[in-house]
């Protein structure tokens, strides 16, 4: 009798085991097709965002076409809404910056000064910058070796940039420095990054007073406060030419430097955010940047000269 008892609680422990584990493992698999779906969803929205933040990039490039009251002049950024996302485009026009081959060095030193750098890493970084863009065969550069000590190592150009990005294999640009805004944190200030100020499209002569950042402006020689200055008297309305000549005036020799540039080459970077099933914004963005000259030298006006993936 004793031992049929042992039997029967032997096999009921078995059971209860095989149950426990039964559980287990179908509780892991219901977790990993939660994860898988997901992530699967995630997938498809991101793939959204794209076509989206692109369509927002279209539909900016129209809207500066048709002119007022779609787009003015001074126009920054754009709001655009779609029925599953909002999407904001940033209208960075190249005339407002510096030109990354032909700036210099005191130029370079002031700009990044004006972005918060201290001066002696300025210095460090505006000399890097110069390095990289001099040749080889007129230049025998004492920074490759510390490119070569990079894993993966490489060696500098020492040609002229041919793109923005090239600025992060500098030594001494970090992502933030170049990027600036783009990588902030909610709250922190806004703030200029190398991309924002300096191009291989900029110019190297004026550059447009009413667009120029004002770390441009300070690039260039224009005091602080006078830069300060102009981008509030630009706000909401166009600096006319009686303005940009009391500006001249009260600025100085630095002040040759502005002008009404204008000018067809803008980068367009577009930002989408889906919106959820309830019309709030899902914290899911994609960003993509084109590069555009618009113009009648295309059938459509516009020529995209460079798109950007991840903006």
Aim: aromatic share 6%; net charge neutral.
């Amino acid at each position: 009798m004793a031992s049929k008892s042992l039997r029967c609680g032997s096999a009921l422990l078995t059971v209860l085991w095989l149950t426990a584990a039964l559980s287990a493992i179908g509780l892991a698999v219901a977790n990993n097709v939660r994860g898988e779906t997901e992530r699967a969803a995630t997938n498809v929205d991101d793939s959204r965002a794209w076509f989206l933040a692109r369509g927002g990039i279209e539909r900016a490039v129209l809207h500066m076409q048709w002119g007022q009251p779609f787009y003015t002049y001074t126009q920054r950024t754009m709001d655009l809404d779609f029925p599953s996302a909002s999407v904001h485009v940033d209208l960075i026009p190249e005339a407002s910056k510096l030109n990354l081959n032909g700036a210099r060095p005191d130029e370079l030193a002031r700009l990044l000064e004006a972005m918060g750098v201290a001066p002696d890493r300025a210095l460090e970084i505006t000399q890097a910058i110069v390095d990289w863009r001099t040749p080889d065969a007129l230049h025998v550069s004492p920074l490759d070796a510390f490119y070569v000590a990079q894993s993966p190592s490489f060696l500098p150009r020492h040609a002229s940039f041919i793109e923005n990005e090239e600025l992060l294999l500098v030594k001494g640009i970090t992502p933030e420095l170049y990027y600036g805004t783009a990588l902030q944190k909610p709250g922190d200030k806004s703030r200029a990054g190398l991309r924002d100020c300096v191009s291989v499209f900029g110019s190297s002569g004026m550059i447009d007073i009413n667009t120029a950042r004002a770390e441009t402006m300070q690039a260039v020689g224009v005091g602080a406060a006078d830069a300060d200055e102009i981008v509030k008297l630009r706000t909401g309305r166009l600096i006319v030419f009686a303005d940009l000549q009391r500006i001249v005036q009260a600025t100085g020799p630095a002040g040759q430097r502005l002008g009404m540039a204008g000018g067809s080459l803008f980068t367009l970077r577009s930002t989408a955010r889906m919106k959820q099933v309830d019309g709030k914004l899902s914290d899911m963005r994609r960003t993509v940047a084109a590069l555009v000259r618009l113009g009648q030298d295309s059938p459509d006006g516009v020529t995209v000269l460079r798109w950007f993936d991840r903006g």
